[in-house]
């Protein structure tokens, strides 16, 4: 199975590089956020307290996202592999994915880095916010994330790296060409 970790701070394009790694190599696609965005909107009880924990720009618990992750990973029947979009975030989570995906085994494929620089991410992200309402995508909240991306999620790099499933892509350019990129990097496995 191919299963990719998608990665980049908030605004880096991994959803829209998602849904086109999905269609091409027919895979499973598991983006947290529309996991929880779901709950939130259903109005669960983890629904309500993964928006606590958003509304102030914090990432949810890692048991929470590891239940739910495994959760949904089970559920996917003759798949060709998973794309994991928003996870893992920290160097606890990748080491519970690792796990989780070696009790069933499965490893991580490669982890594609989707870079961008500050400045972009912030622009893309407000005009996600006009454009669909999202309330994390306003300015106060985006400083909030982009700090906690590099305090506790830019140090996976160096974890992937170190694990032999790093891959920098450049996160600037044409939805086309980042993904020709992507592509690259994934047919050399």
Known sequence: ???IVIFGAPGSGKGTQSARIVEKYGLNHISTGDVLRAEIKNGTELGKTAKGYIDNGQLI????MIDILASVFDSFKDSKGVIFDGFPRTI???EALKEMLK?????????L???VPEDELMTRLIKRGQESGRADDNEETIKKRLVVYHSQTAPLI???KNDGKYCHINGLGT???????ICAAVDKL
Do not use: H, T
């Not at 618990?61 to 929470?64: H, M, Q, R």
């Not at 939805?175 to 990129?181: L, N, S, T, W, Y």
């Open 158 to 160: 160096d974890w992937y």
């Open 113 to 115: 880095d989707l870079e």
């Open 1 to 3: 199975m191919l299963n």
């Open 92 to 94: 606890a989570q990748a």
């Open 61 to 64: 618990p890692d048991a929470l």
């Open 103 to 111: 009790v069933r085994g499965q490893e991580v494929s490669i982890m």
């Open 175 to 181: 939805m086309e060409g980042i993904f020709a990129d």
